[in-house]
């Protein structure tokens, strides 16, 4: 590359060499501070919040699909049977309002749902800790021996083993 002139001056061979090194993509990444510049930072988040996003969804269909055997409720309105998959509202019909009494923080499979779709979670520890908190509150609200604290307990284990599953499925594809 030729800046003016004829000939080559040895300020036009400084100069190509310092153009050269500017274009130089090994060079562009040292500049920013490492192996990857930001672009490939930005594009490596990216994708680790879209398969973030996909094992969730995933997982939370799983919840969603929990089978309770022997529970009088499968014609019932649920989603598949499940009274964790239904939104939880006051005035509503699937809690008494003195549910929103005790409960101060209520959490349902419909809620995480549309986290999951609209991209709140940044964690798998964002997603686990609202699925623990659906089986907390079950567990504050049915105290004692009653069907929904059995089938609370079935929900628990059940969801051990999905959020087992797909914090692995995380962790094997990174």
């Known amino acids: ?3 003016g002139g004829r000939g080559s001056s040895s300020s036009n061979k ?8 500017f274009d130089d993509p090994a060079s562009k990444k040292k500049r920013v501070g490492g192996d990857i510049d930001a672009s490939d930072t930005l594009a490596k988040a ?18 969603t699909r929990c089978k309770f055997p022997n529970a009088p409720f499968k014609h019932s309105g649920y989603p598949f049977g ?7 509202e006051r005035h509503g019909n699937v809690v008494p309002d003195e549910y929103f009494d005790v409960i ?7 809620k995480i749902k549309e986290r999951v779709r609209t991209g709140y979670y940044t964690s798998f520890k964002m997603f686990e800790t609202d699925v623990k908190l659906i089986i907390k509150n079950s567990y504050d609200f049915h105290q004692g021996p009653t069907l929904m604290a059995k089938l609370t307990k079935h929900f628990e284990n059940f969801s051990k083993n999905v959020l087992g599953s797909a914090k692995s499925k995380l962790l094997s594809q990174k």
């Open 14 to 21: 400084r100069l190509r060499i310092k153009m050269n090194d």
């Open 1 to 3: 590359m030729k800046i």
């Open 104 to 110: 101060k923080d209520p959490c349902d499979l419909a």
């Open 46 to 63: 990216n994708y680790e919040q879209s398969r973030l996003e996909q094992v969730l969804e995933e997982a939370v269909d799983k919840l």
């Open 82 to 88: 499940n009274p964790f998959a239904v939104r939880l």
